[in-house]
């Protein structure tokens, strides 16, 4: 079964500073998918990035990108430029061949005015 | 984008009624939808999967006599938590995916349910 880590339960950033969530996961297959989905307190999920296992190139999107390492199963999230609208849980979530989405624990992050 | 909406939002119920919680693709047809559950500052965990037209699949400890899945349209999946118990309490998520090929599910706001 895939598994998704995130070890960072709580992440603080300054507003306008950088911060890297980490994630990581285990699996045995070799074409998947990878997310971060933000969790605001309202509970609805938004997805902030995206990454197919067999793209090499990290995604970008706009201040969010990720550090996809593929053997290292490692997908960091970057946030660069961070505003206090950032605030908010994340998730880390894969997704594999037959369709299941799985999520890491969640790290949840506060910004600093 | 695509909009998934979920009815309630949130819902108070007593011990040992059933409660209906319905999910909804509204601009897009749904061939799979997703049902998750999520405790306070946890994680989702996916309850169980279903593709329209076919009984639903359920995650292991998953009790597929309480917790009923209908997936009768692409458009509309419902789940009944039946003879709810205080432990049934908790948030539940829905989501939907346009195609087996689609690489993103779109979420439900999500419903609460308290159980007293």
């Known amino acids: 079964a895939q598994t998704v880590t995130q070890s960072q339960p709580e992440m603080s950033v300054q507003e306008a500073e950088t911060v890297t969530l980490s994630c990581t996961y285990d699996t045995s297959e070799s074409d998947y998918y990878l997310f971060w989905y933000k969790q605001p307190p309202s509970r609805q999920m938004i997805l902030v990035i995206r990454?197919?296992?067999?793209?090499?190139q990290n995604a970008t999107e706009n201040r969010f990108s990720v550090n996809f390492q593929k053997a290292a199963k490692s997908f960091s999230l970057k946030i660069s430029d961070s505003q206090l609208g950032d605030a908010a849980m994340y998730f880390c979530a894969y997704r594999s061949r037959n369709n299941d989405m799985r999520f890491g624990a969640g790290t949840r992050l506060t910004v600093k005015p | 984008g695509a909009v998934v909406s979920q009815h309630p939002s949130r819902v108070i119920c007593k011990s040992g009624t059933s409660v209906k919680i319905e999910c909804r693709s509204l601009?897009?047809?749904?061939?799979?939808m997703f049902w998750y559950r999520q405790f306070p500052k946890k994680s989702l965990m996916l309850m169980a999967t279903?593709?329209?037209?076919?009984?639903?699949?359920?995650e292991q400890g998953v009790e597929k006599d309480k917790f009923l899945i209908n997936h009768a349209s692409l458009t509309l999946s419902t789940l009944t938590v039946t003879s709810a118990h205080p432990e049934d309490s908790s948030f539940y998520i829905c989501?939907?995916?346009?195609?087996?090929?689609?690489?993103?599910?779109?979420f439900g706001p999500g419903t609460r349910l308290t159980v007293l």
């Open positions: 601009d897009f047809q749904a061939t799979t």
């Open positions: 989501s939907a995916r346009p195609g087996r090929s689609y690489n993103e599910q779109f």
């Open positions: 279903s593709n329209e037209g076919s009984k639903a699949t359920y």
């Open positions: 990454q197919e296992a067999y793209k090499q």
